[in-house]
């Protein structure tokens, strides 16, 4: 059963990580922001997982620094933001054909 929020001990086993790394990270790139309970214990979501995956990746296979990493996240974000506002670009003018072609519609339904 997936979980819907992790300690920092399990993602740390999960990631092969100190909780310190962790802790690091956080200060260091504003993507990863647990949730704390009650001010104290963190709490990773699945997202927040992905994100120190691909920061530990980036960090440790590709060998990019620390601002490298930030500065590739920023990049990935920009992206990820074009491409929901070409959705919902893409949703209007669907939206905007569709009434047009139910006007026509109508108006050949009034016809007859």
Excluded: S
Aim: with cysteine; glycine share 2%.
């Amino acid at each position: 059963m997936k979980k819907y929020y992790y300690t920092i001990g399990e993602v740390c086993n999960l990631l092969d990580l100190k909780a310190h790394v962790l802790r690091y990270w956080e200060k260091e790139f504003p993507q990863v922001h647990p949730k704390k309970k009650f001010g104290r214990n963190r709490r990773y979501n699945p997202d927040d997982i992905e994100i120190l995956k691909k920061i530990k990746y980036m960090l440790y296979n590709q060998r990019y620094t620390i601002e490298g990493v930030r500065k590739k996240l920023k990049e990935i974000d920009k992206e990820k933001e074009q491409t929901e506002l070409d959705f919902t670009v893409d949703k209007k003018e669907a939206k905007k054909k569709i009434i047009k072609e139910l006007t026509e519609i109508k108006e050949i339904l009034k016809e007859q």
